[in-house]
């Protein structure tokens, strides 16, 4: 059975930093692009980023782009999103993707 776990979240000041973990099982990761998306209060889910079964190559929304990093070792059968200078408007239950599999999310907040 398909399973995604993301962890990670919490809260966090303007301008600080997070690691998300999305830890997969159930199925061949290694042969699967993952994604991250979130969804903040009251707004649609959108995609952050997705990274391809290798690792080879990232797609980041512009939201993303030059403050988030996305990641993954096959080996361990993890995904992560390093987040970077992030911003209130960050505030959102980000998600993990695999296939048509969606992890439960975990909450992040940015906030003084």
């Known amino acids: 059975q398909l399973q995604l776990v993301e962890s990670g979240g919490g809260l966090v000041q303007p301008g600080g930093s997070l690691r998300l973990s999305c830890a997969a099982s159930?199925?061949?990761?290694?042969?699967?692009?993952m994604s991250w998306y979130r969804q903040a209060p009251g707004k649609e889910r959108e995609l952050v980023a997705t990274?391809?079964?290798?690792?080879?190559?990232?797609n980041y929304a512009d939201s993303a782009k030059g403050r988030f990093t996305i990641s993954r070792d096959n080996a361990k059968n993890t995904v992560y999103l390093q987040m970077n200078n992030l911003k209130p408007e960050d505030t959102a239950v980000y998600f993990c993707?695999?296939?048509?599999?969606w992890g439960k999310g975990t909450l992040v907040t940015v906030s003084s």
């Open positions: 159930g199925f061949t990761f290694s042969s699967y692009t």
């Open positions: 990274i391809s079964s290798t690792g080879a190559d990232t």
């Open positions: 993707k695999a296939m048509v599999s």
